[in-house]
């Protein structure tokens, strides 16, 4: 046993970091899995590489529980910058078809920081969660030195609903449809609209640069995720559901089929594509579905009611489509472009990270 162990650790040595952003399948099986605490009979959905949601049953409920970064940009605007940072947590909580009803958050604010900008963040959080029908319960607020924007804390939803509400690609099956809304890089997109509005008015003119900050308000995944359960989960509808962060569309197809167990086959040019986001990542040289994404929903949903479920948001104005199925596992990870068949393959690392801290030090 000891030999076996220290095989693991001399192995999680031996692994690549990724240069930056989360760490990969790889690393995390190595040295995360392996290490999670004391057993529990309760646990229904436990940590997996690409599934947001972690689900126990308390009594005769089942409850999710979602942690996240507490991600404050100031130049996005103190407000804008809030709203960001809370629909991140609840994006990922939403993907388990549980409704978030409680937040504990954690803010260890920059020395800077002042009681005017924190109020209008703490503000702009509670009406959020005032909105959605999420209670703060506990937390930690105190401002330290080496704390640093964007990263100035974390926070957990918890989900509650019944047993048969809950959603997770071990609920998938081969024949399920695939559903993107939005399209790639909307994050990617949104951010740099905001950052750099200057330059794309440059390069494309005032109303393009203004329409694309628009992207900015669709970098969440809550509405769609609220929409597409309602017209019905497992046998009746969307089977896991899944927010295409790191790595974007390409890694959250990905993550969504390994975690199901599943291969996939997925048509490119049916991927809807929201305005502006081509031109934004070919100025900054990004390929827009390798590239984070926060606010596209990657959806599994039974064969009978997937087009319902593109309908249903698109009486919430939300762009989607069936962009193809997952398969079984001895067939791949398919993907399907210009006609011809290649592998899908996970894009490890992001390249919005280090195309937007090159504009940054570009200024």
């Not at 009803?101 to 920059?110: A, F, Q």
Request: proline share 4%.
């Amino acid at each position: 046993m000891k030999e076996q162990k220290k095989q693991t650790i001399q192995s999680a040595n031996n692994a690549e970091m990724p240069e930056i952003g989360k760490i990969s399948p790889e690393i995390f099986t190595e040295v995360i899995f392996p290490r999670l605490g004391a057993k529990s009979k309760d646990i229904i959905v436990g940590p997996q590489h690409g599934v947001d949601v972690g689900i126990v049953t308390i009594g005769d409920k089942a409850v999710s529980f979602t942690t996240d970064p507490v991600f404050i940009v100031p130049q996005y605007g103190w407000e804008r910058a809030a709203w960001f940072a809370i629909h991140i947590i609840i994006s990922d909580s939403v993907t388990s078809g549980l409704k978030p009803k409680y937040l504990s958050i954690d803010l260890n604010l920059p020395m800077d920081m002042t009681k005017e900008q924190l109020l209008i963040v703490w503000d702009t959080i509670h009406k959020e969660c005032e909105k959605l029908g999420i209670t703060v319960i506990t937390g930690h607020t105190a401002r330290y030195e080496n704390c640093n924007y964007p990263m100035v804390g974390g926070a957990t939803i918890v989900g509650v609903g019944e047993m048969d509400e809950y959603v997770t690609p071990r609920l998938a099956k081969a024949g399920d449809k695939i559903i993107i809304s939005k399209g790639p890089a909307i994050e990617a997109s949104g951010i740099f609209a905001t950052m750099f509005p200057a330059l794309l008015e440059k390069k494309f003119g005032k109303d393009f640069s203004k329409k694309a900050q628009d992207i900015f308000y669709k970098m969440s995944i809550v509405e769609d995720a609220m929409t597409a359960i309602k017209v019905g989960v497992r046998e009746n509808g969307i089977t896991a559901m899944h927010d295409a962060t790191e790595c974007g569309i390409w890694g959250g197809l990905y993550e969504i089929a390994q975690a199901a167990g599943l291969g996939v086959r997925i048509e490119k040019e049916k991927i809807v594509v929201e305005d502006c986001v081509p031109e934004i990542c070919d100025y900054f040289g990004i390929d827009p579905y390798a590239s984070i994404s926060e606010g596209t929903m990657i959806a599994s949903c039974r064969a009978h009611k997937a087009e319902a479920v593109v309908k249903a948001l698109a009486k919430k104005s939300i762009k989607s489509s069936v962009v193809g199925e997952l398969i079984d596992a001895k067939k791949g990870m398919v993907l399907v472009e210009g006609g011809k068949e290649k592998e899908l393959k996970h894009p490890i690392v992001d390249p919005f990270w280090r195309a937007f801290y090159d504009a940054m030090a570009k200024g």
